[in-house]
């Protein structure tokens, strides 16, 4: 018999008769929107819709991927939804020394997600976000702050 725990908090017993699944998906977590601004510190959480001024953005999951031969990188994956347009992207991490903002368009308008920091403030410490914390930008907000506001 083999235990196993998978993506979607489940656990897998296999036999040799089968097997059998108990648990639900993390996306039946709670669905109930969170009301969020540009610019400012927001917490998220898989699968709840964060409710922005004019767009709609879902934390779908996190997933490995391999870089550089057998290295493997993080990738936090989102979907964005602007007037019923849908853009899927994803923020990575695994890199050294990048953890800057993962860049999207949507409707001929350029976004910026940071994570793990922030480049809109001058001190490093200060900067440090919490694992289930974001930042989204306009990207004429984000230079504005980054190049002269801080």
């Known amino acids: 018999m083999v235990a196993l725990r998978t993506a979607m908090t489940a656990l ?3 036999s040799g008769l089968g097997c059998m699944v108990w648990g639900k998906n993390r996306m039946d977590q709670s669905k109930e929107i969170k ?3 540009f610019g400012v510190q927001t917490t998220f959480k898989q699968g709840q819709p964060l ?3 004019d767009l709609q953005l879902v934390y779908l999951g996190q ?3 391999k870089v550089l031969g057998d290295r493997l990188a993080l990738r936090e994956d989102f979907e964005v ?3 019923g ?3 899927a992207f994803s923020y990575g991490h695994g890199f050294p020394g ?3 903002p993962a860049k999207f368009t949507i ?3 350029v976004f910026l997600l940071e994570m793990v920091a922030t480049e809109s403030v001058k001190d490093p410490k200060a900067g440090r976000l919490k694992k289930d914390e974001l930042i989204l930008w306009r990207q004429e907000d984000f230079d504005q702050r980054v190049n002269h506001g801080r």
Request: proline letters at 4%; hydrophobic letters at 30%.
């Open 98 to 100: 990048d953890i800057g």
């Open 51 to 53: 409710q922005f001024p």
């Open 85 to 87: 347009e849908k853009v």
């Open 35 to 37: 009301q969020a601004s």
């Open 107 to 109: 409707g001929n308008q």
């Open 12 to 14: 897998v017993v296999c």
């Open 81 to 83: 939804n602007r007037n």
């Open 63 to 65: 997933r490995q991927v």
